[in-house]
C-alpha cells in the first residue's frame, strides 16, 4: 500500500495538520516519523493515503498549516521525498 507521510514540526503541528484534514473529510492518522526521515530529534507525522494528498495540500494551504516535508511510502516500506 502507498501512502503518504506529512511531516510536522511538533506533536502539537501534527495534531492540527490531522485535525483540518479530518474536518475536510480526509482520513489522516498521526504517528511518529521513522528515523530514516526524522533527522535529528524526533518528530510526528500525519499519515494520508495517496489518492488524497493533492486534496489535502489544497487543505493545509487554506488552513495555513504547511508541511515541513513529504514523504511517499512504498509497499516495500521505502521512503522518498517528494519536492513540490
Keep these: 500500500m502507498v501512502y503518504y507521510l ?6 502539537t503541528y501534527a495534531q492540527r495538520t490531522a485535525s483540518a484534514l479530518e474536518r475536510a473529510g480526509i482520513t489522516a492518522r498521526v504517528l511518529r516519523s521513522p528515523k530514516v526521515i526524522a533527522g535529528e530529534g524526533c518528530s510526528h507525522s500525519v499519515r494520508v493515503a495517496e489518492r488524497s494528498l493533492a486534496r489535502a495540500l489544497l487543505v493545509l494551504e487554506r488552513v495555513g498549516l504547511s508541511p515541513k516535508r513529504i514523504y511517499i511510502v512504498s ?4 521512503y522518498q521525498e517528494v519536492r513540490l
Design 6 to 11: 506529512i511531516v510536522c514540526r511538533s506533536l
Design 75 to 78: 509497499g516495500g516500506g521505502d
